[in-house]
Each structure stands twice: as C-alpha cells, then as structure tokens.
C-alpha cells in the first residue's frame, strides 16, 4: 500500500504535527507500508525534509506559490506522477481542495484533525461538511473531544475515527533529585494558544516564591524576545533558562532530566510534547481546557489540572515539591497512561489498521486528471493566510468584462457615436 502525506515545512517549522509526521512515515514503512510526503514550505526546506529524506523517504517540495491554485496545481501534478492509494492531505489546505480530484480517480482521501482552533474547525466545515465533491473519504481526529465534535454533527460520507499522535517509551525514566524540583515547557514561542508570556512570568514567580524549584523553556518561535525580556526582568537571579531548540529526536533525552512538564495553553489537540514528558515520567501540570488534555492527565492521578496561571499553578508545584509520595505516585501513573494507549508503537497499529480499511474500501484507480482550470468554493475564514486568492473577479470573468467593452467601444466606432469620456480620454 502507498500513502502520500502533505506537510508545510520551513527553517522553523516546530510543533506536535511536524514531530509526529517525522516519526510516523519511518514506523508505517516498518510495517510495510510505502509512504512519501510532498512539501509546501516557506523561505527554505526544514526539518521535516531533511529528517525523513535522511531517513530515505521520498519528499518532493516546492516554495509555496502565491495563490491556492498554483498550490493545487503543484500537488496534482507530483500525485499524477506517483499515484498513492491513499492520500492525506494533513495540515495543508491546498492538499483538501486537490484531494477532490484525487476521489475523482478513486483514491480515497483522508483528513487529520491536530487541534481544536479555528483552522480545524474550518477544514470540518469545508471538507466533512461542505460541497459533496470536495468531502474526504475518511478522517483522523487526535483527541476524544475532536472526535465527539464531529460526530456530534452526523457526517454522511465521511468515515471518522480516533487515533492519538502518540509518544515513544524511552527504556528510562525520570529519576527524581530530593534538593531541587525542575519543571519544562517545550514548545513554541507563540502567545496565541500557549500563552508564552503569562507562562514565563508563572516560571518566575514559582522560581522566586518557591525555595528549591527550577524551571527551563525549549523551543523558539515569534515571542522569542519577550520570553527573553521576561526572564531578564521577572526572572533576574532565578533558576529559570531559555534553552531554545532541540531536535525533535532527542527531546526526550533533555526531559529525563526534569521532573515536570508544564502546559498552560488555552487550546490543543493532543499535545505530543506533554505525552514526550509524560513517557519519561514527568509529572503533567495543565490549565483545564477542552480537548486534549483531560484525556491525558486525570487530576490527581496522572498528573495536576489548574484553573488559572497564577496562584493554582503555583499551589500546584508547592504541592509536587512538598507532599511526601506525590510526585512519585503520579510520575508512575504519566508514564503507564502513555505506554497502555498512547505509545507511538499503539498508536501506528492504529493508523495501519484504518489506513487498510480505507484501502479494502477503494474502487478502482483511474488516472488522475488535472482539470485546465482549478475551481475551488468560496475560502472559508478560518484559513486565512493557508487559502490565498486573486484580488477582484477570477480571470475568466476579468476577459469576459474586458471583451464585452472592447466590442462596445468597437461598435460605437463603426456607427459613428461618440465615445464616452473614459472611452475617447477626452476631459
């Protein structure tokens, strides 16, 4: 069976979705699947291309074009020279509207839902629920919550299932260090969804109210700066770094050393770098939020849920470095949540085991056609800048106007009426 995945990749592509693509093609082609994966990206090729094409993979890419089309084209093109027999356009936008044609030659299309954010909810609206010729044959949600949403609508042509993105087991665990409690984040830099700032200042204050806790930031990303200016103000002379990125293959290796990994945002799918630390035996610490993370830490139990990032999150870590037997218990009960469901291993068996549902259900392959014009619906909000289109008419509608006052002007000519103002340029 082949699959051929899509992906944006750039020099600082970071993020569950690009980590969890780089581990899932090499654990597919150990179960004998041959997967690829075809690149849009932005200013260079990252991490995504150069981890799996040294890994051997196949992965054709391209600078992102400047409008949806152009982008389709492209996909098109590279599919009907190496045709899947599934295609899962992933988190690319440009992928869903040219999986339409993909259906056409009857290769089933399936989508994935990594969070619970406004792009998500616009590929559900577009591709599960919108036109029928662009709805997917399957979709992949990453969290239970993900999955209750969309069947809560009642999909009629798409085949909807739960698979986690999952986390290796490392053969170690976290061992704990009696004279100091060390927390992480990793992630990226951004104050939209992670809340970066208020999560720096939490790092500080626990830091400076808390004798004996210690706290580091991994990852990079546009409030790099203000992470900076935090730990320098808030932060100066506390035990709290900012130690930027780590290979997404050896973060696990930096996170047996910590003892807690910490996640205050106000959104997520699935967060795979708290199930990273949870493997380890990190002790979770979360703000409530809907999706995601209440599938993974049961308060109490497999780690601690907070209501705010300010006296809950501080009462959460005094707790962790003062009650006897705590840590201990909850560490163990984080890392057996990840490795009875929520393994990387677990969770390929289940993404081969859809993929060959999806697969047994196909008809007949036919070549795939790229239409002499691309015909998309109207761009739905939620896609922003993934969804760019021309400014004004489409270009059909732009000739067909231009045509009509060509023949006018010409036959004012021929009839010897004056020409209005803006025809003859007179003032």
Not at 31 to 42: E, H, P, Q
Not at 103 to 126: E, F, K, M, N, W
């Amino acid at each position: 069976m082949k699959v051929t995945f899509c992906s944006h990749d750039s020099p600082h592509s970071l993020g569950g979705p690009f980590a969890w693509i780089q581990r899932l093609l090499p654990d597919l082609r150990n179960r004998g699947i041959d997967a690829r994966c075809l690149l849009l990206t932005w200013g260079a090729d990252g991490p995504c291309a150069a981890t799996l094409r040294a890994e051997g993979f196949d992965c054709p890419s391209t600078p992102c074009h400047e409008l949806s089309t152009d982008r389709v084209i492209w996909l098109l093109t590279q599919l009907r020279e190496n045709p899947p027999d599934i295609f899962l356009p992933n988190i690319v936008v440009a992928g869903y509207f040219a999986a339409r044609w993909l259906s056409q030659s009857g290769i089933p299309t399936v989508g994935i839902l990594h969070s619970d954010d406004p792009l998500h909810r616009a590929l559900q609206d577009a591709f599960v629920f919108g036109r029928k010729p662009f709805r997917l044959s399957g979709l992949v949600c990453v969290s239970k919550a993900l999955e209750e949403e969309v069947l809560k609508r009642g999909p009629k042509n798409t085949a909807v299932s739960r698979i986690a993105c999952g986390a290796p087991v490392p053969l170690k665990m976290v061992k704990r260090v009696p004279s100091v409690l060390r927390l992480a984040y990793v992630g990226r830099l951004t104050q939209e969804q992670k809340r970066i700032a208020e999560l720096t200042r939490a790092f500080c204050r626990a830091t400076r109210e808390l004798p004996g806790v210690a706290a580091s930031i991994f990852g990079d990303g546009p409030e790099r700066s203000t992470v900076e200016r935090i730990i320098a103000s808030d932060g100066s002379g506390l035990p709290i770094t900012l130690e930027g990125i780590v290979d997404s293959t050896k973060i696990q290796e930096r996170l047996l050393g910590f003892d807690v990994v910490v996640l205050l945002s106000d959104y997520e799918g699935i967060p795979i770098a708290l199930m990273e630390g949870m493997a380890c035996g990190c002790v979770p610490v979360c703000l409530r939020t809907r999706s995601g993370i209440p599938e993974l830490v049961e308060d109490g139990v497999t780690g601690l849920l907070v209501n705010d990032r300010g006296d809950g999150f501080v009462n959460a870590i005094r707790r962790l470095r003062d009650e006897p037997g705590l840590w201990q218990r909850l560490s163990t009960a984080a890392r057996a949540k990840i490795s009875d469901g929520y393994s990387s291993e677990a969770c390929t068996n289940q993404w081969v085991e859809f993929l060959s549902q999806m697969h047994s259900r196909s008809g007949a392959k036919q070549p795939i056609k790229i239409p002499r014009r691309i015909t998309l619906p109207p761009t739905h909000p939620g896609f922003a800048h993934q969804d760019p289109r021309p400014s004004g008419p489409p270009l059909p509608i732009q000739m067909y106007r231009r045509t009509r006052i060509a023949a006018g002007r010409w036959r004012r000519i021929m009839s010897g009426q004056p020409l209005p103002d803006k025809m003859s340029g007179s003032n």
